[in-house]
Nanobody
């Protein structure tokens, strides 16, 4: 089992920045690929970014490419997402996920956090 706890969400103005963190506990963190997904009100949960077990491979959704950056620190059992140039359409609950395979599909991830709210005001 892996337990995931997100933090760092909040209210920010358009164009601002936030850094999300996801702290993992339980089984060896470095064994897992990690990802961020988000869900806006009335919409499906969508992929945002993923990182492989070593941090050497990342993948970002087109909607956030160039603005968001996923990273991880295996010594701290933590994955991060630096978000810049935030837009109103980035408003959502952001979820951290862990799984055995690196990719963008929700089904690849077995463990999920409770989410952290990000609100971007225009």
């Amino acid at each position: 089992q892996v337990q995931l706890v997100e933090s760092g969400g909040g209210l920010v103005q358009t164009g601002g920045s936030l850094r999300l963190s996801c702290a993992a506990s339980g089984r060896a963190f470095s064994n897992y690929a990690m990802a961020w997904f988000r869900q806006a009100p009335g919409k499906e949960r969508e992929f945002v970014a993923a990182i492989n077990w070593s941090g050497g491979n990342t993948y970002h959704a087109d909607s956030v490419k160039g603005r968001f950056t996923i990273s991880r620190d295996n010594a701290k059992n933590t994955v991060y997402m630096q978000m810049t140039s935030l837009k109103a359409e980035d408003t959502a609950v952001y979820y951290c996920a862990a799984g055995p395979r690196f990719g963008s599909r929700r089904s690849m991830y077995d463990y999920w956090g409770q989410g952290t709210q990000v609100t971007v005001s225009s």
